[in-house]
């Protein structure tokens, strides 16, 4: 069994199977060589008990951006690929949970060489309320300078592609042997880059600074801090940050569909800030969760209602 998940259901190119018996063959493509990509979503529970999902047509753009550019053509449309999460959802009963789209090659052949091999689609979901102990959510978390950095190539470190995620695992792991909470990336000229899995911004002076996306994703859930924050009449600019701007911010977070808005409470030991969640921080992670629950109608255009 796999997570404590009521899921019944994985959607697989175009038809539901049971969550236990969905079946790769030991020589699918993807599990030999991470050629594949694929997408985090999330749905949201609304006051009115719909589910919504969160930027849903923003998640298959970059889904389709990303195979695209590694030359997958994925044999289903957008519309369809939409489509098929809402009836995960729909098929297991949830209107709350995490959406895991994920293009895959086949095992029509094997090796480097492999050609005319199939592309697959897989859809899974599941209740996953949390991805950090939701105390942090107040406290902020605990961060360590990794010895791992992001890819050179933006092509790596633009796109969610399933093989390069071994840096992201290894640079998470290397921080949670070391007692931190998550890792933070540099890229290759030792600035900041990012998160195993989260964008980084900083507030200084109330304003909100951010590295630009030569190296690393630019994730959705940055990209809505950057128009909740302007809606907000904070100032915010893309910018190169060292380690030192972290460690004299006034306070810092990490973004991304699983963590949404997380406060950092330190990096290798220097505290940040007021070594817990600031206000802005506060204010921005507020605004969020309304946002994502449909209570705010200014950005009811990123929900896609599930029914
Ligand atoms: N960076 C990396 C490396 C990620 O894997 C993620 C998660 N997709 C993010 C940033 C945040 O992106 P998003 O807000 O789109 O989830």
Sequence with gaps: MFLNTDSKYIWLNGEFSAWDETKVHMLTHTLHYGMGVFEGVRAYSSSDHHGNIFRLQDHTERLFSAANKID???PFSKDQINSAQIETLLKNNLTEGYIRPIVFLGN???GLRAKDLSVNVAIACWEWPSYMDPEKKEQGIDII???YNQYENPLYSNNKIIGTYINSIMALQ???RKGADEALLLDKHGNISEG????LFIVKNGSLLTPNTDYCLNGITRQSVFEIADSMKLEICESILNIDDLIN???????GTAVEVMPIRSIDNNIIGIGKRGPITEALQTKYSQIVRGEDKHFSHWLTEIN
């Design 196 to 199: 195993s899995g989260e964008n």
């Design 108 to 110: 029509e052949s094997m």
């Design 72 to 74: 997958l053509k994925i």
């Design 174 to 176: 290397d921080a949670l």
């Design 249 to 255: 911010a006034d306070e810092a977070f990490f973004t």
């Design 145 to 147: 300078k990794s010895p």
